[in-house]
């Protein structure tokens, strides 16, 4: 199951308060020289993982790799990197670690030489049950390179039995519970596909002739590519020098793609499910506003991830939106040094009052989400050493009670906050004046529909209400029951 990737010390206090997608994936077939174009999508996929990054190429006879820590700025925007990256198609990914250790051997995409050629796979999401199929793979003899869950994938597809490489790719996708969106390269061309319940989002576009699968539409966007359409769940599209193809190889379900991609992971600029993201957290606030107003002088946001829905909250309530908080773009997380003391000053580092504009007034404070809530307590401090009057915090989305085994970075349980808590006690913890989080009805609303329909959700909001649209094996077997779940399949 999900492993958890312990902070440094020296991370700065922000970081370690926030929900985390576990990447971004691109994937480009037919562009001179792809694995540029790749590049310039990992780019624009950078907010869905900061941790490492990596690019896959292939020329028509050999595959090429070059993988790195670190932010894609600074390891393949070098011209020696980039003439390596040889080919007309070449995937891409963006990590910040939910399974596996932060590590250079977990860095994606992952190739292997199989018995039907080299095979290279760029992972979204997260495997539910990747602990037992790991624990029936070792047993039969596989080895494992890494500690991350896609490699089970790579072994599923190495050891099956079926004849062509695409029928053993799809025997190993039926094998995995989870979310995966992927992009895979084969000397044949490239694979895009994604889970039957569509937790993880997954697009094409056009480039000429060229294919493009992406994690999201600002990736299309930034190689001057046109959206053509969302990879389906359930979906495999496969794009060779014949055209593009797509079958339908899993049995129909559902669809329950993840809702805190519309709050927060999506870059505000992207379009998911035919919706503008800006549009819908504008849409949020504004529900916000009639579910929970209060008498202030202004809406603040935590910037950046707070501000649509705060002007939204604006718009609805008729209260000023004043940028009462500014924030650094150039504080990266190893800046800070150890030391509690160093680490509190570091919050003014990234996030800073605005003394001038907010001493003596009232404050709609606008964030995202509350996680631990230690993010929320020191703005709502920060504020009140400004001036700020009074501070009222409302929360852009449901409480979070549950932690995501979908493949985002959530805390166990006991360290949410909202799990702990109810919400008397979450605002005093908290030091706000008040406190309102957005209902689960609301959240459905500013996605244009009548609230949550309690027998068929149309999204995954395990995180908000606990329910799990799939198994969770990994977590609620014993060991000694792994093997034989899976065996039993």
Known sequence: MAGMVEMEPWGT????????????????????????????????????????AGIVSF??????????????????????VMAGLKGRMAIGHNRYATTGASALRNVQPLFAELATGGFAVAHNGNLTNAIALRSM???????????????VIIHLVATSTQPTLLDRFIDALRAIEGAWSLVCLTPEGLIAARDPLGFRPLVLGRLGRAVIAASETVALDVIGASFEREVAPGELVLVAEGGLRSLRPFRPAAPRPCIFEKVYFSRPDSVSDGLSIYEVRKRIGAELAAEAPVEADMVVPVPDSGTPAALGY???????????????????????????????????????????LIAGRRLVLIDDSVVRGTTSVKIVQMLREAGAREVHLRVASPPTTHSCFYGVDTPERAKL???????????????????????????YRALGQPGRNERRPTHCDACFTGDYPTRLIDREARP??????????
């Open 13 to 52: 206090p922000f970081d370690d308060d926030r929900l985390r997608e576990e990447c971004g994936i691109i994937g480009v077939f037919g562009v001179d020289q792809a694995a540029a174009a790749v590049a310039l999508g990992l780019h624009a996929l950078q907010h869905r993982g900061q941790e490492a």
């Open 59 to 80: 020329d028509g006879q050999e595959f090429h790799a070059h993988r790195a820590m670190g932010q894609v700025a600074g390891n393949f925007d070098r011209a020696d």
């Open 137 to 151: 793979l070792t047993a039969q003899g596989s080895i494992f390179q890494s500690t991350t869950d896609t490699e």
């Open 314 to 356: 604006a718009q609805r309530s008729g209260i000023p939106f004043e940028l009462g908080i500014i924030r650094s773009h150039y504080v990266g997380r190893t800046f800070i040094q150890p030391g509690e003391q160093i680490r509190h000053l570091g919050v003014k580092l990234k996030h800073n009052a605005n003394r001038a």
């Open 417 to 443: 906050l909202a799990a702990r808590m109810d919400l008397a006690e979450m605002q005093r913890f908290i030091g706000a004046d008040s406190l309102a989080f957005l209902s689960i009805d609301g959240l």
């Open 480 to 489: 000694a029951d792994l093997y034989s779940l899976i065996a039993a399949q």
